[in-house]
Each structure stands twice: as C-alpha cells, then as structure tokens.
C-alpha cells in the first residue's frame, strides 16, 4: 500500500463511516480497484483506521462522553455493544471471509437502498427525543440491530439507526446513539484485530507510519462528515441516500458482471 492509497482509503472512510452507506463496502471496492484488497495489511488498515473516525465523535461530543456524572450512559453503550462483541468474536474468520466479496457489497448495497427509501414512513411516531431517554431494554435491542452490519455493505450506520427509530427514537437522537455506539464497537473491533494480526503491523516500518497517516486524515474528513450528515437527515431524510446506494450498488453488480 502506497501513501496516497492510505490516504484516499482514510477519507473514504471518513466520509462513509456514520452515513449509511457502508464505509466497509465503499473501502472494499476502493482497494479491489486500486489492486490492493488482497494484501493482509489492507484488511488490517480498513479495519484499524475506524479509530481514527470515532475519535471524532468522542471530540465532537466530548461532554457527553466526559459526563461522568450520568454513569446511566456508558451503561447503555456497555449494553448496545454487548452483542457485537460477542457475534463479532465467535464469527470473526467468516466475516473476514466475507469481507473479500464484492459480489456481497453490491447486493447489500442495493437491498439496503430500497430499505433506506421507506424507513421514514415506517418509523413516523417517534416518542424518544434523546438517549436520556432510552432504557436499557432498547439500548440492547438496537445493539442486536447494529450486529446486521457485520455482513459487508449493509452500514454499521444504517442498521443502528433503523434499530434506534424501530425503538421509538426520533431520527436524529437514533442517530447520534448510533455515534455514540459506533465509539466501544469500533474501538473493540480494531483493538482486537491489531492484536490479532500485530505480526502483520510489525512486519514493516511503514505500516505503523501508513496506519498513523490513515488515522489522523480519518479523524479530520469524519468530522466533517457527521455535522454535514447531521444536516441532511433533518432536511431530507435518508430517501437520498436509498437512491445513492441503489446507484452504486447496481453499478458494482453490472460491472462484476460484463467481467466476470
């Protein structure tokens, strides 16, 4: 992996990484037309730059992570993420497997599009403005909706939030729950696949720099990114990202068809 292929992987995934539109599908394809996806330290970058993405949301919501003071809150993250653990862990190699498909990211892509077209009409009494408000019962039901998003393409995001707005939160408290919840799934997620691969990280003094770049160029563009996604949600909702994902996903699926 080159530098300027680190990079521009880091800002797909900043971008990508809390609108439901899958970073993991967009990163997939990326580095399978950059020729790179079957390199193990890419598998292991895609993965390890998520760090660098949540730490936006912990500087953007720095007072209600450092609230110490409502302990009510990392309760209910400790419980949302509680399946994702235990999922993610039992059925890590098959979703490493997974992760090699392109095939898999168009389909979900597609799919999940024309799901994404009809959730605001589904979901159109909500009665939870914020997290404050959520009990622990929903927080867990939300973390089993976030475990969908271990199969490539469907949006860590998009599975979160629909779970959030099935459990009566309004669109923009589900999704900043999402935020929140990104930050102990993803934090596990790449801690334990460094320590999983470290010999892969190790085994050249420029993947450490490679990883430190694709960190801190994902920080920067997430930031932007979950203000700007912020906006449109309240605007528009998330029918214009259903048809972006429709695009894309039946872009990818004729194109691995005409070569395959």
């Known amino acids: 992996m080159s530098t300027l292929e680190a990079i521009l992987i880091a800002i797909i995934e900043g971008l990508t990484e809390f ?14 037309l950059m020729g790179i996806n079957e390199d193990a330290f890419t598998k292991l970058f895609e993965i390890a730059i998520q760090l660098g993405a949540i730490l936006a949301v912990v500087v953007l919501y720095w007072k209600k992570f450092f609230n110490f003071g409502k302990w009510q809150f990392y309760v209910k993250l400790a419980l949302g993420v509680t399946p994702a653990l235990i999922l993610g862990y039992l ?84 999704a900043e729950f999402s935020f929140f919840l990104a930050v102990p799934t993803m934090a596990a997620a790449t801690g334990y696949k460094i320590l999983k691969n470290h010999e892969v990280l190790t085994s050249s003094p420029d993947n450490i720099r490679l990883l430190l770049i694709g960190n801190v160029v994902a920080f920067f563009v997430a930031m932007l990114a979950i203000k700007f996604f912020i906006g449109t949600l309240q605007k528009f909702g998330f029918k214009m990202w259903g048809y972006y994902r429709i695009v894309v996903g039946l872009i990818i699926l004729v194109t691995l068809f005409i070569h395959r």
């Open 19 to 32: 609108i439901p539109i899958s970073s993991t599908g967009h990163m997939i394809i990326a580095s399978s």
């Open 91 to 174: 059925f890590d190699d098959y979703i490493d497997q997974l992760l090699e498909s392109p095939l898999i990211v168009g389909v979900t892509l597609l799919l999940g599009g024309f799901v994404l077209l009809f959730v605001d009409k589904w979901f159109q009494n909500p009665t939870i403005k914020s997290d404050e408000e959520l009990d622990y019962f929903r927080a867990i039901r939300i973390g089993l909706f976030q475990c969908i998003a271990m199969i490539p393409g469907v949006s860590r995001s998009a599975a979160s939030i629909i779970g959030g707005m099935q459990q009566k939160l309004t669109r923009h408290a589900a």
